[in-house]
């Protein structure tokens, strides 16, 4: 399954389960969205298991992204996970920091400190042989899509030549791979640089997802970026106009966060807080199955809302006299719905029934139909987004 897919079904309501494997990350990035340490929460597995085995061949997600923290301290798990979602027809994904690889400078396992000077550039990026433990290969082989982070901060601790000896293995094996690349904007050089060495290196085989850096978890205090859409980095001043109808593509797939908690959208402040906001709260691992999840997801009136007008706008027109001037502040507003009794009667009115299911179907269908670049234009690093969709990838 190529990186193109995966994005296009992103908008579709239901169609992707992002699951956490752990919260827990041997590295030390310091643009972590999750602040992940070796003491965060992770799932029980066994209730991992359980939940993913209530998929079935009649209901079940496309796709199941595992992501982390670090799924590979999971192996097993992850092996497990991925042979129960295809038993029921459903496709997995992987999204690694690749902490196995270490620095081909240093050897294998070195886990230096996130902080510090960048590492000089590297003059010859060619992928060095890398030796992968067997149980994270079987893991690793066992997806149908393999993805590893990799931006400045990584490169502190898993250098640029070893993992892509690693995507270069895991590619030979007829696993799609892709990366997950980071930068601080559109003109950050070591987005250029990158870019340009993985076209270098691999041609048009390995699809990119490029995104700007967003300032939650790690990056909270010192990232310059600004969201006025969920993924987006815009400066507040070019924050949407509330009249327009926005809709928020991230509120489709849900998301299992450490704790077990199922969240209609993977914002980081929804994903770790507790209480997440009843709106955005789909059920946990165990007391529901995927098919309660999946119907929540698709049916509830304010995410449909949230899908099609999107919250600034529902805010603007049904939150009140100060709303209506307030600038919009994309997911805090979104978050904040719940103060809202007005807003959210306003959406249960015009999205509980067939009418806002007709819209919300329209709506997901004309972003399918846009295509992944199209998304990651709006969401992720819009000079980047055509990365994502290269001809060389497998299909
Ligand atoms: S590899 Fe990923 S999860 Fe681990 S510290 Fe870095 S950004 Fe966070
Ligand atoms: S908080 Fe709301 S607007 Fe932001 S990603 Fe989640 S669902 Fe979308």
Known sequence: MELAELMTLRPEPGAGLLLTVTGRCPLHCAHCSTAATMAADEPDADRLRAFVSTFTPAEHPAVLMMTGGEPLLRPELVTDLAATARAAGTRTAL?????????ADHGAGHLASGAGPLPAPVPDSAPVPVPVPERIWRAATSVDHFSVSLDAFHEREVDRRSVFGLIRRVLDAGVATSFHLVGTGPDDPYLADVTADI???????????????????????????????????????????PER???????????????GTVVACCNQRVVDR???????????IATDDWQS???????????????????AHLLHRYGGAEQATAPPDYCAGCRALGDHPEALAAASAAASGPVGALLDRYAAR????AGAATLVRRHGCAPYADLVDLPGARR
Do not use: K, Y
């Not at 390995?206 to 400066?235: D, E, I, K, Y």
């Not at 507790?274 to 946990?284: E, I, V, Y």
């Not at 009136?301 to 999107?310: A, D, N």
């Not at 004309?366 to 139909?369: A, M, R």
């Open 274 to 284: 507790r209480p997440a906001p009843r709106h955005l709260t789909l059920g946990h």
């Open 366 to 369: 004309g972003q399918v139909e």
């Open 95 to 103: 999204l690694t920091g690749a902490f196995f690889v270490g620095r």
């Open 293 to 311: 999840v999946a119907v929540g997801a698709r049916t509830s009136p304010v995410l449909r809302m949230i899908r099609t007008v999107g919250p």
């Open 199 to 241: 076209r270098r290196t691999f041609g048009d085989r390995v699809p990119m997802l490029v995104n700007s850096l967003r300032r939650v978890g790690r990056a909270a205090s010192w990232a310059a970026a600004n969201t006025a859409l969920p993924g987006a980095a815009l400066p507040i001043a070019a924050a949407p106009d």
């Open 245 to 259: 109808a926005l809709p928020c593509s991230m509120a489709a797939w849900p998301v299992v966060a450490a704790d």
